[in-house]
């Protein structure tokens, strides 16, 4: 596993290290980069937000960093293992196993309940039925829903199918939570409640979150806030000089 040191001297993790990473996309013989030469380290166990206006490239990011997309250029490596240069059955079980997600759109199947919803993300791994149920109880109970195991999605406040996704994305214990806009579609009392959960995991759970968001009040949550505008990271800033467990921020090389 790679390893850094902050300004601190503490030998800190570094779970993802981005090298040089560009996406672009080719628009009437134009080269367009959506994201630009992005050089980024993010250590096991923080709270990241990635902050920008819309067309910033964070989202971009962020399904490189979720292993959605591939980049044009440069190098991404996770817990030290090169993902460009990785297998599709690599990824896929990365994906499955690795890495949950959240997104603005909570993505809940309506015909199921919340405990399906979340239990559906287990069937990929042969997991039982009744396991699968055991576990989806105990994960919404975790994020404040044992209530609600058997309410579909349209009997669910917007805040409450959020939880029923953080719930989902939790469901095969990833060691990393991506979530893209994860309160956009929420009042900001639900929106801060949320935030709190997600960010809260860290001590629960040691998940390493990357939260990319256009609302710099979830920055107040995050351990580090790494800011973008055309592509490009512009500012990267440790918050708060240790995290939850101990560790120190860690920053760029």
């Keep these: 596993m790679t390893t850094t040191i902050d300004d601190n001297s503490v030998m800190v993790s570094a779970l993802y290290d981005l090298d040089k990473v560009s996406k672009t996309y080719i628009f009437g013989g134009t080269k367009v980069y959506a994201l630009k030469e992005a050089t980024l380290r993010i250590g ?65 199947i309506p015909t199921l309940s919340a405990r399906d919803n979340v239990g ?36 669910l406040s917007g805040g409450e199918q959020q939880r029923v996704a953080i719930a989902r994305a939790l469901a095969n ?44 009040d979830i920055s107040r949550h995050a351990y580090r806030k790494i800011r973008m505008k055309d592509g490009e990271i512009v500012d990267d800033v440790v918050l708060q000089s240790e995290q939850p467990n101990g560790n120190h921020g860690d920053k760029n090389a």
Excluded at 127 to 136: G, L, Q, T, W, Y
Excluded at 186 to 206: M, P, R, V
């Design 120 to 155: 559906i993300a287990m069937v990929p791994h042969h997991v039982s039925k009744a396991e699968r149920d055991s576990r989806s109880t105990a994960l919404l109970e975790q994020v404040g829903l044992g209530h609600r195991l058997d309410h579909l999605p349209s009997s």
């Design 173 to 216: 214990k990833p060691r990393v939570i991506i979530a893209d806009e994860p309160t956009g579609n929420l009042d900001s009392k639900s929106g801060g409640e949320i935030i709190s959960l997600l960010t809260g995991l860290q001590k629960t759970d040691g998940v390493t979150i990357v939260i990319a968001t256009h609302d710099e």
């Design 44 to 108: 096991s166990g923080e709270v990241v937000s990635i902050e920008g206006p819309s067309g910033s490239g964070k989202s971009t990011l962020l399904l490189l960093l979720g292993v959605l997309d591939n980049p044009s250029a440069g190098t991404i490596a996770f817990d030290g293992k090169n993902l460009t240069s990785a297998r599709d059955a690599e990824l896929t079980k990365m994906r499955r196993e690795t890495i949950g997600y959240v997104f603005q759109q909570f993505n809940l």
